[in-house]
């Protein structure tokens, strides 16, 4: 997560007085508008819990009205702050800190905390209604959801929400997933738009979780679905020959077999993300990025339109970080270069980079130009996150929801590993990609109705019609 004060504001008070607002933003959204005394409030709370070596420095009082010049070391100040206390693994986890966002964002929309409906979509389209409070945390939404599905408890963990964008075209963008800080029902309703909503996906990577969902009438049915819709969207590839066998299992109602099918063909399980800009091979390159199996996928398009494919693997990465800057809008488009905001309407420009290993003994910064960047960057922490509990022996059930940005290290030992080719040309004996909505129209999502009933998919006639320490590429 991204957290910045890009801008402040002078509001009035209840007794007519005016005071200034520092608006919080996470990943270039307006999160919440907070004042200097309740950030004061919450450094002196975090202070008594957990002492002041641990607390980051917080600006001080002034003594006399603060000037223009005041006022913009302050906001440089309190977002330093911000950004260090939710990079801390201890103090940004802290149930003390996501309170205090959950009720400031609550407050900031004026939405009163009360009973309603709240609507969540599945990887096929369809929703379902769950009864929650306006106050209700990601936790509790997701609790919620699984309830109305009967999904079982120990299922919970391996499932997330995620707040998407819907295109006209019915494509779906990935925003963000929802974090422990925020209101999923004040974060969708503030966006003030049809286009977002909150669906349900899996949240793990490494496929051989697959198995204890699928031992579960309702965890298959999820996967089933979403494995449909990938394909559909042409998230996950497949040629004729792989197109004649899915069709097969699916008119049999062999869902398993359908899904460990789906398992073996490329980019099962990966997050798309929209078209977006590279400097690698070259500055200025055109990219699809792709997140799955422990790396990025690049599919990049170069100057002299000749298409290369390539992946970043997470274990080689040393360190990753994401930058916003805000950048005039001239003339309906972005100006190349960043600038003043005061008096033009500005749009975030967000950049992921990393530094990656690309043979031994040289690291190189590969950066990407993406309006969906936080989202690449939480996809690698988890990433990170999953390969660690696979490691220390742990269980994806116990492992901790919680995420937090910020560069992880590699040991020197995992440097001097052998790299392949970043970037190949597509495979020119490749059979020619289908999409299976369009040339395989009975694994479509037929027979689903838009309902709000969750037996549609709980009973069985469902149908979908920053690289790290001690972990190297040999314990992939």
């Known amino acids: 997560m991204h957290f910045s004060i890009p801008e402040t504001e002078v509001r009035s008070g209840e007794n007519g007085s005016t005071y200034v607002a520092y608006n919080i933003h996470v990943n270039g959204v307006l999160h919440c508008r907070v004042r200097y005394s309740q950030l004061l409030g919450l450094h002196e709370q975090i202070k008594k819990e957990h002492g002041n070596n641990l607390v980051p420095a917080f600006p001080p009082k002034k003594i006399f009205t603060l000037t223009p010049n005041d006022v913009e070391q302050r906001r440089e100040q309190l977002e330093k702050y911000m950004q260090a206390v939710r990079q801390d693994p201890m103090l940004g986890a802290s149930e003390m800190f996501n309170s205090f966002l959950r009720k400031a964002q609550q407050e900031t929309q004026q939405i009163p905390t009360e009973e309603v409906p709240l609507e969540i979509y599945l990887s096929n389209g369809q929703k379902v209604e769950v009864n929650i409070l306006t106050s209700d945390q990601t936790e509790d939404v997701l609790e919620a959801v699984a309830s109305k599905l009967d999904l079982p408890d120990e299922l919970v963990g391996y499932f997330s ?122 500055k200025g390159c055109h990219v699809i990025v792709s997140a799955g199996n422990n790396e990025l996928n690049f599919q990049v398009k170069l100057p002299n339109e000749q298409m290369k494919e390539g992946s970043f693997k997470v274990t080689r990465m040393r360190c990753w970080r994401v930058t916003s800057s805000q950048v005039p809008v001239v003339n309906g488009s972005s100006s190349p270069t960043p600038g003043p905001c005061s008096s033009a309407k500005c749009e975030v ?73 970043l970037l190949d040309s597509p495979d020119p004996n490749r059979d020619q990609i289908v999409k299976l909505s369009t040339k395989l129209s009975s694994v479509s999502l037929r027979g689903i109705s838009a309902s709000n009933s969750a037996n549609d998919i709980s009973g069985n006639d469902f149908h979908g019609n920053y690289a790290f320490e001690g972990i190297g590429d040999d314990d992939l």
């Not at 009438?217 to 042409?234: C, K, P």
């Not at 792989?242 to 399980?269: A, C, D, P």
Request: with cysteine.
């Open 161 to 282: 929400l995620f707040l998407v964008r819907e295109g006209v075209d019915g494509g779906l963008t990935f925003v963000r997933k929802l974090q422990e800080f925020e209101l999923p029902y004040v974060s969708v309703t503030s966006l003030r738009s049809s286009e977002f909503h909150i669906i349900l996906r899996k949240s793990y990577w490494d496929t051989a979780y697959d198995s204890d969902v699928m031992d579960n009438r309702v965890g298959l049915n999820l996967l089933y679905a979403q494995t449909v819709s990938d394909i559909d969207r042409g998230w996950i590839l497949v040629n004729k020959d792989q197109h004649r066998q899915l069709k097969s299992l699916q008119e049999k109602g062999s869902k398993k077999e359908f899904i460990r099918l789906g398992q073996t063909l490329k980019y099962f399980g990966y997050i798309k993300f929209d078209p977006c800009v590279t400097d690698f091979p070259e």
């Open 349 to 421: 420009k967000l950049e992921l980079a990393f530094e990656y290993l690309m043979s031994k003994d040289r690291l190189q910064w590969v950066t990407i130009t993406s309006p969906q960047a936080i989202m690449m960057s939480i996809c690698l922490q988890s990433m990170v996150d999953e390969l660690m509990v696979k490691k220390s022996g742990g269980s994806i059930k116990k492992m901790l929801r919680k995420r937090h940005s910020g560069p992880l290290h590699r040991s020197e030992s995992q440097q001097a590993v052998k790299s392949p080719p």
